[in-house]
Structure formats: structure tokens, C-alpha cells
């Protein structure tokens, strides 16, 4: 707020001079004024990173002053974007965007008001911790860590240090997921009784052979705590990103589907549930042949079952209404309760049985979740209110994701005390919630 306040104190000198400063600057035209954009740096701008990037360039009440990534044609890419963008959006107005190879050089710039935390999952911790330090607001992308304990470490960094830390779970800004949740907590349903999602899935170790590394990747930094791999291409494609998360088929860097994508359904269950300051007690993962697959209980019973995107009458209860040969939404829920079911996924798609139990679907486009949650963020650092997302919600939210890992690779059921965040009577499945940083990195 201070910086904010230096620069209003700046503008108003600089209009007190006979200069012709472009009504853009000045926030006509329906632009915010430049004393009052957020000024943002961008850690990461691989194929998550130039999304938020493209978004938040076009936004008046914000402006990217620096970019920043380990892969060199990466983060030249993305300073062009910004440069040629502001060039079209705001002309006549400086907008150069400066570069950086190391996020630390971004986060000794006092003139960057706020982060976008959009690295790999390995990087997730230490990077925002180290922005919640320097005094920067921060958006980091799910999951919001690799392990547990660096989960509960960031959100212990957010309250510590005052600051509006928003996790890219953008369903807690979208419509349809925003009226199902209401509905169930309303009761709509009745006692809710099961809850399916889908993207079933964790990792492990992988061997792969050492390729030279190419000109212009900083690979020791783009491993950074994780330990030390010989370069792949299979763990970083040099130049356009060729998908999400091309490394999460390895454990040393994140924890497979249920980290990279079933995150994102589970958010919003806990959400609907109530659950956001606890989570299910029990994780029960199929290769004990007790489960069909990865299966949660809640302390008030409700299962939350990861399936392989359908329903098996073999095997899962189907509720009335429901046909087994229908898909389960992406990233979405299929709550099942004693009267009637609510099923929700991304692109304004919502559903029920009986019909009426969603009498009014909500108006709003499709796109507009990710939309909703950057500026739900930039609207939070202005009145600093915890956002939609706030870091100890996704905290709770990641650290369903690494129960059901840590069930997987163990491979037996877990007993979970969500207020310790410990695991009952199991010293292996408690090493797991942790992993060591490689010098010099630490939280």
C-alpha cells in the first residue's frame, strides 16, 4: 500500500507539469489510472504461466512489469507479449517489461506490487514463501505445493505476513460450481451420502537417460529443491510449452493426476461439504482390495471415490437417474444424496435429479471462471480481503490430493487427523508428508 501511495504521490507532481500525458494514464476511457494498477511480476510463463499472462495483460486495473523464467526463449516470449500488448491496449503510455533468469532479482524489486507463482509444482513452496517475505502479494497455480508440509508452511507464510495469497483453483470463482456448492450446503440433496469425481492416478520413480541440456535452460535452477536429475526432455520441452505439466509422471516434481488435475475437484468438494477448515479422516486406496478405487471418509461418513471417469454398477453405487454410460465431468463432482443428485463441471455445465432441484442455472459465460478469479484477486489486494481462494483453503484442498498419494504409495489404508495433520499410528506415512529441499533452498 505504500508503494501504491508513493506512486499517487509521484502523478500528482507529474500533472502539475505542462506535459500531455495520453488519457489512458490518467484512467479515461474506462482504464485505471497508473497510481492505481497493481503492478505484477510473473514467476514461470510456461503453458499455465502465458495463460494468466495474456488475461492479466488486458486487465486496466493491473500492469506486468517483469517476467521470469529459467528457459530463455520462454521468458523472452513472454516479454514480448507484454510489450506488444501494452503497445496495442495503452499507446503513448512506457510499458517496458524487463526479464529475469532468477526469480529472486524480480522479488528484490520494490516497484512489483504482486506474483503470479506459475512453475512447476516443485517450485510452488519456496517461491512463494520467499514473495510472501519480500512483501509481495501472491496468485500461485494448484496444486499449491508438493508436499504436505510445504502446504501447511505457505499458509502459515500468507497469515505471517499479511498477504492476499490466492491459489488458481478458479472453481471457487465460477458460476456453476458456486451455485452447486449452495445447493448442496442447502440441503437440496438431502444428507449428502457419496461424492464421485474423477482423474484417478498418482506417480513414482522414473530412470531416464541424460541428454545435453539446451542453450539457454538454467537447469540446476529449474530443479531447484527437487534432487538432482540429469537433464530429459521428457521433464522440460525447450521453447513452446507442449502441454500442462509434461513432468508429473515423476514424483520427485509432483504427484501425478491426483495432484495436477483431480485438485481441482476435490477443492470444490471440500468446499460444498463444509469441509474447508478440516478433511476426510480415512484414505483407502484400491491396492488394498478393499476399495474399487481411491476412496475417502469424512468424519460424518460421506465417501468421496476417485473414479476412471464412469460409474461400474459392478462396483460404485448409481444412484436413481443416473445412467452408468455417462461420463463424469472434468475437474467437476457428482454429489449423491438421499434425495436426489447434483452433478457439476467447467463450461456453465449443471445438472440434477429431479430436475427442479436446479430450478435456475446461473447466467454467466462459460469463460468466465479464470476471468472471475484474477480479478477477484486484484479487487482482494485493493481491499485486502482473503480472496475467493484464500492459501488456507487450498492448503486443505492440496493436502487431500497428498492423502490419497501417500495411500497409493504405501498402499494400505491411513488414518488422518486433519487437525494435527498427521497420519494415526503410521510412522512411514508420516515421513512421507515431508521432503527434503536440495541446498541452498529451504522453508
Known amino acids: 500500500m505504500q508503494q501504491l501511495l508513493n506512486r499517487r504521490r509521484i502523478l500528482k507532481t507529474a500533472a502539475a507539469a505542462p506535459w500531455v500525458v495520453p488519457a489512458i494514464a490518467l484512467g479515461k476511457d474506462g482504464a485505471a489510472a497508473a497510481s492505481d494498477r497493481v503492478t505484477l511480476g510473473f514467476i514461470g510463463v510456461g503453458m499455465m ?17 517483469a517476467v521470469c523464467d529459467v528457459d530463455r526463449w520462454r521468458r523472452e516470449n513472454a516479454q514480448r507479449t507484454v510489450e506488444e500488448g501494452y503497445a496495442v491496449l495503452r499507446p503513448g503510455v512506457p510499458h517496458a517489461c524487463a526479464d529475469y533468469n532468477d526469480f529472486r532479482a524480480l522479488l528484490d524489486r520494490a516497484d512489483v506490487d504482486a506474483v503470479v507463482v506459475a512453475t512447476g509444482d516443485n517450485w510452488h513452496g519456496v517461491a512463494s514463501i520467499m514473495a510472501c517475505k519480500a512483501g509481495k502479494d501472491v496468485y500461485c497455480e494448484k496444486p499449491i505445493s508438493k508436499t504436505i508440509h510445504e502446504a501447511r508452511a505457505m499458509a502459515e507464510a500468507g497469515r505471517r505476513y499479511g498477504r492476499v495469497f490466492q491459489i488458481g483453483l478458479q ?12 445447493l448442496v450446503r442447502a440441503g437440496r440433496i438431502g444428507p449428502v451420502k457419496i461424492v464421485y ?20 535452460l538454467d ?12 537433464f530429459n526432455s521428457r521433464f522440460h520441452s525447450y521453447g513452446p510449452p507442449p502441454r500442462v505439466v509434461p513432468w508429473h509422471f515423476c514424483s520427485d516434481f ?10 481441482h475437484a476435490f477443492d470444490v468438494v471440500q468446499w460444498a461439504l463444509g469441509m474447508d477448515e478440516s478433511g476426510p479422516r480415512k484414505i483407502v486406496p484400491p491396492e488394498t482390495g478393499l476399495v474399487p478405487s481411491l476412496t475417502y471418509e469424512y468424519s460424518d461418513g460421506v465417501l468421496l471415490q476417485v473414479v476412471d471417469w464412469r460409474l461400474d454398477p459392478a462396483h460404485h453405487f448409481v444412484p436413481e437417474g443416473w445412467n452408468p454410460a455417462t461420463r463424469l465431468q472434468n475437474f467437476g463432482a457428482l454429489y449423491v444424496g438421499r434425495d436426489g443428485w447434483i452433478h457439476v463441471g467447467r463450461e456453465g455445465f449443471l445438472e440434477s435429479h429431479p430436475k427442479e432441484i436446479v430450478a435456475e442455472k446461473p447466467d454467466a459465460p462459460p469463460s468466465s471462471s479464470v476471468s472471475n478469479h484474477h ?17 488456507a483453503v487450498g492448503c486443505r484442498s492440496t493436502i487431500v490430493s497428498h492423502l490419497g498419494c501417500i495411500a497409493h504409495w504405501t498402499g494400505r489404508a491411513l488414518e488422518w487427523d486433519p487437525v494435527a495433520e498427521e497420519f494415526v499410528g503410521d510412522d512411514e506415512a508420516n515421513r512421507l508428508r515431508f521432503r527434503a529441499l536440495r541446498a541452498p533452498w529451504r522453508i
Open 49 to 65: 504461466g502465458r495463460g494468466h499472462l495474456r488475461h492479466l495483460v488486458q486487465y486496466p486495473g493491473a500492469q506486468v512489469l
Open 171 to 182: 472453481q471457487r470463482s465460477t458460476p456453476e460450481f458456486c451455485r452447486a456448492s449452495e
Open 197 to 216: 469425481v474423477a482423474f484417478p492416478g498418482t506417480n513414482g520413480d522414473v530412470n531416464l537417460p541424460a541428454e545435453p541440456v539446451p542453450d539457454g
Open 219 to 230: 537447469w540446476d535452477l529449474w530443479l531447484g529443491p527437487a534432487p538432482w536429475r540429469s
Open 254 to 263: 509432483g504427484g501425478g493426476n491426483l495432484t495436477s488435475n483431480t485438485v
Open 375 to 391: 480479478q477477484n484477486w486484484l479487487d482482494s489486494i485493493r481491499s485486502r480481503q482473503k480472496p475467493a481462494c484464500d492459501v
